[in-house]
């Protein structure tokens, strides 16, 4: 126990203690064991963490800084996350199980987030406006809304929280942000490189711990003006109570129970691809997973074998290995949540087609075998409900209506995939199917220029994008007399 590395909290620019004095267990998907300890947060916390960041927003050092100048630390902090992408990504793998190769892959990728809200920094600016009355200028801007409350999960810590960190910065804000208890090591270890860059102590600060206390005082602060969080709808009802406390405003991430719509003039091999890529990548542990399939009814059996075979030949293992391509789920837990879901496939008179157990070589580490179910009910819970882990239905369609209004069945909507070369008929679905982001004969592809969200049970709002800058900024009217003349009639509105 003696040599595990102990992670202290940021705030202020300092590396300290819990006021709890406690550390907590963060564990190693791979072995199921814990690796590091991680300072038990308290409400306390949350106060010091959150007065330091409202210092900061107000202190000349960050609030006088131009938005230029303000572009040029974010830029500088993507370079030094270029220079230390490999070593962040074991951190990653680490704490959350997911692939290096991949955790190497979204670090690689993760500054070209920081290039491009640093670029946007000096373009944020408000309007004049042809306004309908002589004798009056009326113009806009944008400004900041002050501390930001960042709460990220687990499954891709340092790109979920960089979809927060890089606008807020960018827009002027600070930011105190909850890792979540499940994989806390990689921000903090973010944090010298936030140092480096030059930003001010304040600017940004973490605070680690669970959702309660933590989330909880973090979300409710009096202090607090902006709420960013992806995670689980449980703790997003708790998140929008609290806003209802503070008027914080909100943004959340919710997840989704995103459907693949295969129709029968795709190309099968491709299409089998991204039912792949979309399910049993991350190992299913991402919010944009394609956990339903929709297959017609002329190409379902070559594309469904297609799929099993791939799933059949996936190799499960350590992380860190080169070869592996699919590596454990990030806590004991998931382990459970995808038992519980076979079991219901099966009690809801689904067909296991593959999978359904965790490996027999899995040792002591949380893995899961890819698990394909048919004969789906569109209603049970294995069709409706985010499992988050390696689970595809795979359910029949005859028509195009059919497919949106199943694709479009469930409280979720966030992403969707279209596979046709109908280039018409690409276009409808499109239109038709409930999501933030359709990818047509693609699926997960990112970018820092493309917003990501959803709707309904998926939340609301918008990260990454421009979009985010109106996220993270309000705007100020400013009217201004240039008549000269006194104000008239003071009991009329002018
Ligand atoms: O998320 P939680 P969990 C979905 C997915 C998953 C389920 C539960 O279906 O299986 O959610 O995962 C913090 N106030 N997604 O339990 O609990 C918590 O500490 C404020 C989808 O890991 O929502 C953590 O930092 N914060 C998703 C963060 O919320 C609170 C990614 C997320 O944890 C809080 C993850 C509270 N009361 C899970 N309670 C996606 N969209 O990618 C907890 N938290």
């Known amino acids: 126990m003696a040599e595990w590395k102990k992670y202290r909290m940021y705030i202020n620019g300092e590396w300290v203690e819990a006021s709890s004095g406690e550390y907590f267990e963060s564990y190693n998907p791979a072995e199921g064991e814990p690796w590091c300890l991680v300072a038990k947060g308290t ?13 900061a927003f107000e202190h000349p050092r960050w609030a006088s800084m131009t938005y230029t100048q303000r572009g040029k630390l974010l830029r500088r902090l993507g370079d030094l ?6 070593e962040l990504a074991v951190y990653e793998t680490l704490d959350n199980g997911k692939l290096i190769r991949e955790m190497r892959g979204q670090l690689q990728y993760l500054p070209e987030f920081f290039y491009y809200y640093a670029g946007l920094a000096d373009k944020i600016h408000g309007e004049t406006l042809p306004i309908d009355k002589p004798d009056m200028l009326a113009f806009t801007s944008r400004e900041p809304l002050g501390v930001v409350a960042a709460i990220t ?15 807020a910065l960018a827009a002027g804000n600070t930011i105190v942000i909850k890792p ?20 001010p102590p304040g600017v940004v600060n973490v605070v680690t711990g669970f959702g309660d206390p933590v989330g909880s005082a973090l979300t409710s602060h009096p202090l607090v003006r902006r709420v960013a969080f992806t995670g689980g709808p449980e703790s997003a009802r708790h998140v929008i109570r609290n806003s209802a406390e503070n008027f914080a405003r909100v943004t959340l991430e919710l997840g989704g129970k995103s459907p693949n719509i295969v129709f029968d003039d795709a190309d099968a091999d491709n299409a089998a691809m991204g039912i792949i890529a979309g399910i049993f990548g991350a190992a299913g542990q991402s919010c944009v997973a394609g956990s339903r399939a929709f297959l017609h009814k002329k190409i379902y059996d070559q594309v469904l074998e297609k799929v099993a ?7 499960i293992g350590d992380p860190m290995a080169a070869e592996t391509e699919m590596g ?8 459970k949540r995808m038992e519980h879901y076979v079991n219901a496939g099966r009690q809801h008179g689904a067909r296991l087609v593959y999978g359904g157990k965790q490996p027999e070589a899995g040792g002591s580490g949380w893995y899961f075998e890819p698990t394909i179910f048919e004969h789906t009910d569109p209603k049970s819970p294995i069709a409706q409900e985010e499992i988050f882990g390696p689970v595809l239905t795979v359910i029949p369609f005859e028509t195009e209506e059919e497919a949106i209004a199943l694709a479009n069945g469930t409280n979720y ?24 982001i359709v990818w047509v004969n693609t699926y997960r592809s990112i970018s820092p220029i493309a917003p990501i969200g959803g709707s309904h049970w998926s939340g609301y709002g918008r990260e990454s994008g421009y979009e985010a800058i109106y996220e993270y900024t309000q705007s100020k009217v400013v009217w201004v007399n240039t008549s000269g003349e006194p104000m008239p009639d003071p009991f009329i509105m002018r």
């Open 413 to 436: 909507a966030l992403a969707a995939g279209i596979w046709t070369n109908h280039l018409a008929k690409a276009h409808r679905v499109a239109k038709s199917v409930r999501a933030g």
């Open 153 to 167: 999960p687990w499954n891709s810590p340092l790109y979920l929280t960089t979809l927060k960190l890089a606008p």
């Open 81 to 86: 996350i270029a220079e230390r992408a490999s």
């Open 328 to 335: 454990p789920l990030a806590t004991e837990a998931q382990v």
């Open 43 to 55: 409400e306390q916390d949350v106060d010091r963490a959150v007065q330091a960041a409202q210092k």
């Open 309 to 315: 075979d791939r799933a059949s030949r996936i190799i």
């Open 180 to 199: 979540s208890e499940v994989t806390s090591a990689s921000l903090l270890e973010l944090m010298p490189l936030i140092e480096e860059a030059g930003f």
